[in-house]
T-cell receptor, first 114, second 110 residues
Framework: DTAVSQTPKYLVTQMGNDKSIKCEQN?????MYWYKQDSKKFLKIMFS???????INETVPNRFSPKSPDKAHLNLHINSLELGDSAVYFC?????????????FGPGTRLTVT | LAKTTQPISMDSYEGQEVNITCSHN???????ITWYQQFPSQGPRFIIQ???TKVTNEVASLFIPADRKSSTLSLPRVSLSDTAVYYC???????????FGPGTSLSVIP
């Protein structure tokens, strides 16, 4: 039974399109995250929600908009996709807010913008 | 906010013990040190966490000196399947900042 799941696993699209990535966790955790991992393997946090409240909103273009319909789901919508958005996007969850809690990661969504 | 530095890459032969050190000079009193492992095409997964001294589990050991300005992840007798990127993360259980280190790419050679 997958703890943190993401869909789709692969996403290939053209510049200018709008796309969404969905994430669900069945661990009963209060906090969820979106990370971007570039080709150099740097993991950069983008957003974090705690009980559906946005608590981390790093310097990310406003073309990226997270939505948390409930504490088990955190979706990421991206408008007007650009070449530089190509990366692997990871969803994660943890029991509570703070880097001191163990995070559980999803399998990732590889986004390729052409 | 504690920033971490790690070696970019390491090579090791099978069967050897591997030690990966993470520097975190600005670690705060309430910060924990957590290590994650990431295999290709997978998400990172938790390996071990510690606050001070030594922690050991079935996968690894974590050594933290008294000043806590660094930590060392120790993998005993590595195998080819330990080839992965290892990330160090320093953070507490109240603030909302989460910053992963640059990661150390470990290659295990037969």
């Amino acid at each position: 039974d997958t703890a943190v799941s993401q869909t789709p696993k692969y996403l290939v699209t053209q510049m200018g399109n709008d796309k969404s990535i969905k994430c669900e966790q069945n661990l009963g955790h209060d906090t969820m995250y979106w990370y971007k991992q570039d080709s150099k393997k740097f993991l950069k946090i983008m957003f974090s929600y705690n009980n559906k409240e946005l608590i981390i909103n790093e310097t990310v273009p406003n073309r990226f908009s997270p939505k948390s319909p409930d504490k088990a789901h955190l979706n990421l919508h991206i408008n007007s996709l650009e070449l530089g958005d190509s990366a692997v996007y990871f969803c994660a969850s943890s029991q509570d807010r703070g880097g001191g809690y163990e995070q559980y990661f999803g399998p990732g969504t590889r986004l390729t913008v052409t | 906010l504690a920033k971490t530095t790690q070696p970019i890459s390491m090579d090791s032969y099978e069967g050897q013990e591997v030690n990966i050190t993470c520097s975190h000079n600005n670690i705060a009193t309430n910060d924990y040190i957590t290590w994650y492992q990431q295999f290709p095409s997978q998400g990172p997964r938790f390996i071990i966490q510690g606050y001070k001294t030594k922690v050991t589990n079935e996968v690894a050991s974590l050594f933290i000196p008294a000043d806590r300005k660094s930590s060392t992840l120790s993998l005993p007798r590595v195998s080819l399947s330990d080839t992965a990127v290892y990330y160090c993360l320093v953070g507490d259980r109240s603030s909302d900042k989460v910053i992963f280190g640059p990661g150390t790419s470990l290659s295990v050679i037969p």
